[in-house]
């Protein structure tokens, strides 16, 4: 990441230019290398997360000026399909400005991705075109990570089961929504929602045994989802 670069690139400079004239000054000028370095680590990333929020709130606004608009147009639904239809267009287009600092902060390519994704998700439920799935599928792909830092961004597990249902419903590919939501129930194993949702693919495709199977498991790790009980007795009934 372009921070961390800069920031030893900082400390460096401080620590070994003075060395080049006098190597007796090393010890004087490491301590103060390593906090410029620090320092500027910390005020570069202030200044990125400051520009990524601006984008976001942005996007963020704009849908809800829309939805405002939509709640005032219910007595004509196709009206109202064309107005959130407009919004998300302008919200992705907002996004799509904040990749240009990607690179700057760890993290932030991922967790836009997986805002576009999601919008261009939700086009397909408003507008209910197929082609809006698959334009999502490369953005939330995009967001999905596995290993340990799956379980620090576990928070982006709905993007990740918005992908498991895009494999399914966009390409008919089970195979793939599958495997996106083991990873995913593995990243966010207390997500109800997410064990159901598994559950609901496999029963769709006449595997009850193997969706009976995935809710116990959800049981297992998130007891207390009443919803997951409910869905586990109804299949097994």
């Excluded at 769709?204 to 009980?229: F, H, N, S, Y």
Aim: aromatic share 8%.
């Amino acid at each position: 990441m372009y921070s961390l670069y800069l920031a030893f690139g900082v400390a460096a400079a401080v620590i070994l230019l003075p060395a080049l004239f006098d190597s007796n000054l090393l010890m004087w000028s490491t301590l103060p290398g390593i906090l410029l370095g620090v320092f500027v680590f910390v005020w570069v990333n202030r200044r990125v997360a400051k520009r990524v929020e601006a984008v976001v709130g942005a996007a963020d606004r704009e849908m809800l000026v829309a939805q405002q608009a939509a709640r005032n147009a219910q007595q004509n639904p196709n009206h109202a399909k064309i107005v959130m239809g407009q919004a998300i267009e302008k919200a992705v287009a907002l996004l799509k400005r904040g990749f240009v600092l990607k690179n700057w902060q760890i993290g932030i390519g991922t967790m836009l991705n997986a805002r576009v994704g999601m919008l261009l998700y939700m086009r397909w439920i408003v507008l209910e075109q197929k082609s809006s799935l698959n334009d999502a599928i490369p953005y939330l792909e995009a967001s999905r990570v596995t290993g340990r830092k799956s379980k620090l961004l576990h928070a982006l597990w709905p993007a990740w089961a918005m992908l498991a249902v895009a494999y399914y419903k966009g390409r008919n590919d089970l195979d793939r929504a599958v495997d996106v939501l083991e990873g995913a129930t593995v990243a966010a194993p207390k997500e109800g929602l997410l064990w159901s949702m598994y559950g609901w693919i496999l029963w769709q495709e006449k595997r009850a045994d193997q969706a009976v199977d995935v809710l116990a498991r959800g049981r297992q790790r998130a007891p207390d989802d009443k919803r997951l009980a409910e869905n586990l007795t109804l299949l097994q009934n």
